[in-house]
């Protein structure tokens, strides 16, 4: 028996099956490499879903990990803690937001970001204003609000009935959006790149537009950065492409690097909508969390991950679409930065199985599409090299 098969055997015996893994037992990681419990390398276009931004190892994260570990690992709310009153201030001057809650996960995010908007509807105007306007094909998460709000008919069907008021309009559609607005609509909750649906990114035009519905309305706009925020597009979260503000901001993924930590953040007008006593988590923002997410954001800058993804994304972007060109079956190729896709005319995944052989860690992003979220380092050296396995074994 190997050691993978005793893994798995372990793993499929005693771990609830709600995912159908791929049959590798991963052990190390090394910068934009991977190791398996054999020793195989796999080049990392995934980072763990978009979660691993440093790269792998990095020693500056490591080290003020294991500080924190020996210092103190939590406290309970009822204290304040040091790493998050630095790792708020981090937080708030590069969102723009005016107050921060941390999570424990991108879905616990996503439900506070709702109960906050539920609140200021009912504060606002009344009992009766409670319903959410979300897309098709958005994800937010596998909680029950969460998932109330993610626009996969598939993720939803088992666990109906939902949150109540609930509607999804078309992304990038603004007339489905205005067509779905009552004195009823508290909030428009919506990815600023749609992730999982298959990397679409959002237009301006339908960015600004879900702005201006929301002011004109008084509807709070919440942008579900979890996945395209923290560095992916370019910018550290992705509704700066378009120099607007929303009122709420959920963060996941990238902001802690690994160490599980989620956030949503509000605007000057929303801040203090929740009061104490209306909002909770025994971990969420614990020191050790906090600290992670403090080392995330320092090397963020020290780094200069921003310049790296905007230069790279752009190569990437290049070759992405030299592979297009000489494929039939891409039928599209989408995406900004360092979350791009490639979309098929069909499933998608046994490529990624072929893949996966050669060395190659991708996601799909929905059946049909290749989703390329590599760690924020990658160099184009990096780009030529997943190139080379892509043009080997994706091309059919
Ligand atoms: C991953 C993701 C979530 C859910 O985050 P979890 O940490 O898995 O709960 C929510 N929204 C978006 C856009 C995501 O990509």
Known sequence: ???????????????????????IALDEGE?????????KKYLDFGSGIGVFALGYGNKEYNDAVKAQVDKLIHTSNYFYNEP???????????????????????????????????????????????????????????????VSVTGNEHYRESFEPLLPGVKFADYNNLESVKALISDRTCAVIMETIQGEGGVTPATEEFVKGVRTLCDENNILMIADEIQCGMGRSGYMFAYQRFGILPDIVTSAKALGCGVPIGAFAAGSKVCDVLCAGDHGTTYGGNPLACAASLAVFNLFEKNNLLENVVEVGAYLYKRLDEIKAICPSITDHRGIGFMQGLEYDHPVSGIIQKLLDAGLIVFSAGPNVIRFLPPLIATMKDVDDMINILKEWAIE
Do not use: P, W
């Open 31 to 39: 910068g934009m490499y991977l190791y398996d419990v054999e020793g």
């Open 84 to 146: 998050s009153a630095l790792a708020s201030e981090k937080f708030i001057k590069a969102s723009g937001m005016t107050k921060v809650f941390y999570t424990n996960s991108g879905a616990e995010a996503v439900e506070g970001a709702l109960k906050l908007a539920k609140k200021y509807g009912k504060m606002t105007k009344g009992d009766n204003c409670y319903e959410i306007i979300a897309m098709n094909k958005s994800f937010h998460g596998r909680t029950i609000g969460a």
């Open 1 to 23: 028996m190997t050691k993978t098969s005793n893994i798995i055997d372990k793993v499929e015996n005693n771990i609830i099956h709600t995912y159908n893994r791929y049959q």
